[in-house]
Each structure stands twice: as C-alpha cells, then as structure tokens.
C-alpha cells in the first residue's frame, strides 16, 4: 500500500503568523483530503483535493498529483488552529491511509 | 444530511469482555470503513464495506474483531474478549466512493479496558 509521510511533525506559532504543512505520497492518489483533529478527537475536513488549489477562508491547499505531494497553508493563525492536521489518500478505490500528521500549536 | 453517527461515544469494559459498536453512514453512502487510533497516532486503517460486502481487512484486525453490515445500512464492529491493548478511538467513516469520494467521519467510540 502507499505510504504517507507528513512535515514537519510539529510546529509552534505565534497567533498571526502563517505556516506550510507538507504532505507526501509514495504513490498517486486519486482521493486526497485534509483534516483536523480538533482536542476532542474529532476528525474536520478541510480539504477534498486530489489535485489543483483550493482556498477557504484563511486556509488553502494545493496538490501536485504528479509530484505526489500536498501542501496545505494556514494565514493569520489562531488559537482555535490548534490541533493535528492530517492528510490522507487512496490509490484507486483502496482505503485511505493517514500521515502521521502534524500537531500545531498556535500561541497568544 | 445529518452526518455518521456512532455509538456509543465512550466505553469502558474491563478486560476479557466483549463489546460492540455502531456507526450508522450518511445515508446515500455505499462506502463504510472503520478506523483505530491510538494516542499520538494518525488513525489506522482496519477494514471497510461496498454495501454489505466487506472487501478488505487490515491484519490490525485479528481474530477478535468482527465486522458486519448486514443490509448495506449501519455496521457494527464487536472485539470479543477485550485487551488493554485494544484502548483506543474507534473511527468510522463513509463515503459515496470508491472513486473521486472524500470520506465523512463520525465523532468516533473512545474504548477503555481496564
């Protein structure tokens, strides 16, 4: 199966600054999503983006499916941004297989 | 739309019971998959459903795990003779899949085995 990896593994911000996460796929995908894990464990999606950019909001994401990566960026962050992002993928109708994601720590 | 729902949202069995969950799917989705994390891990991948057939199993999935979903509606997932080491979020998932489909989690069955 493909294998995900996922940079950097941690990351403290100041509120306001912006960040890149990185996601890398050893495999092309054809479903690719982002989520966040909020403190409470439950798993928001972000983004459905196999390939292309896509933006909501303060966030964006980007997918070169070519390249096998994802990046997702996060402007004006705030506290409420805290948690772990996770991206995930499947290889033609296989399951979904998870980074190990990037926890995010979003400071006053 | 109202989203997978699961049940319950916390258990807590102690060692060598059996226990069972539920996730009931958006209702027009096809795809049905079930998820474990542990803490400090993305979730783990441990088998899904087309309808009612169950097309693939991880090996996380030992004799002790069962799945159904009888009728291609809510699924089930029982451990028998529970373990410490079974502890975890249990995630399910659903999808209208298996192509160009993003996956729909429930807010998941937090398991303790004391």
């Known amino acids: 199966g493909i294998q995900v990896e996922q940079s950097p593994p941690d990351l403290i911000l100041q509120e306001g600054a912006n960040s890149t996460l990185r996601c890398n796929f050893s495999?092309?995908?054809?479903?690719l999503q982002w989520f966040h894990q909020n403190p409470w464990g439950q798993l928001i999606n972000l983004f459905y983006?196999?390939?292309g950019t896509k933006q909501n909001g303060r966030l964006s994401a980007t997918t070169v499916a070519t390249e096998r990566y994802s990046l997702l960026y996060i402007s004006s962050s705030q506290t409420t941004d805290s948690g772990v992002y996770f991206c995930?993928?499947?290889?033609?109708?296989?399951?979904?297989?998870f980074g190990p994601g990037t926890r995010l720590s979003v400071l006053p | 739309d109202t989203g997978v729902s699961q049940d319950p949202r916390h258990k807590i069995t102690k060692r060598g019971q059996n226990v069972t969950f539920r996730c009931d799917p958006i209702?027009?989705?096809?795809?049905l998959y079930w998820y474990r994390q542990t803490l400090g891990q993305g979730p783990e991948f441990l088998t899904y459903?087309?309808?009612?057939?169950?097309?693939?199993k991880s090996r996380l999935l030992s004799d002790r795990f069962s799945a159904e979903r009888p009728k291609g509606s809510f699924s089930t997932l029982e451990i028998q003779r529970t373990e410490q080491g079974d502890s975890a979020m249990y995630l399910c998932?659903?999808?209208?899949?298996?192509?160009?489909?993003?996956?729909?989690f429930g807010n998941g069955t937090r398991l303790t085995v004391t």
């Open positions: 995930a993928g499947d290889n033609y109708g296989q399951n979904f297989v």
């Open positions: 459903f087309q309808n009612e057939a169950q097309l693939e």
């Open positions: 998932a659903s999808s209208q899949g298996p192509y160009n489909s993003p996956l729909h």
């Open positions: 983006i196999p390939s």
């Open positions: 209702s027009e989705h096809n795809r």
């Open positions: 495999d092309s995908v054809n479903n």
